[in-house]
């Protein structure tokens, strides 16, 4: 079954640290570009950080910066997201995908237009 599944999510207290992670069955992650997106209750999705395929660049959304980073093992069919610094604002649903472009395009994609799309991880993080 070709699929991603996203884990780690959770209630954490202000300041905290979250580390998601997100395997990938089915299929091979080494070639995509993988990203992090979320979705908090009548918001707008977001697209929060991505790595390229091509050149490992990464990008963060500026309200992430210096907070949050992502990685991959391939090895291990896995990307992560390191979320440090938490704040009640970072409350939300997180996604990971999987596309062949690149993150400026990648990021601009709606849900049915990546190549693969996980079921989401609820993180909350309380005042």
């Known amino acids: 079954q070709v699929q991603l599944v996203e884990s780690g999510g959770g209630l954490v207290q202000t300041g905290g640290s979250l580390r998601l992670s997100c395997q990938a069955s089915?299929?091979?992650?080494?070639?995509?570009?993988l990203a992090w997106f979320r979705q908090a209750p009548g918001e707008e999705r977001e697209g929060v950080a991505c790595?390229?395929?091509?050149?490992?660049?990464?990008y963060y959304a500026d309200y992430v910066t210096g907070r949050f980073a992502i990685s991959r093992d391939n090895a291990n069919n896995t990307v992560y997201l390191q979320m440090n610094r938490l704040k009640p604002e970072d409350t939300a649903v997180y996604y990971c995908?999987?596309?062949?472009?690149?993150?400026?395009?990648?990021?601009?994609?709606?849900?049915?237009?990546?190549?693969?799309w996980g079921q989401g991880t609820q993180v909350t993080v309380s005042s």
């Open positions: 790595i390229n395929n091509s050149d490992g660049e990464e």
């Open positions: 089915g299929f091979a992650l080494d070639g995509y570009s």
């Open positions: 995908a999987a596309d062949l472009s690149p993150w400026y395009h990648f990021l601009l994609k709606d849900r049915d237009e990546c190549a693969y």
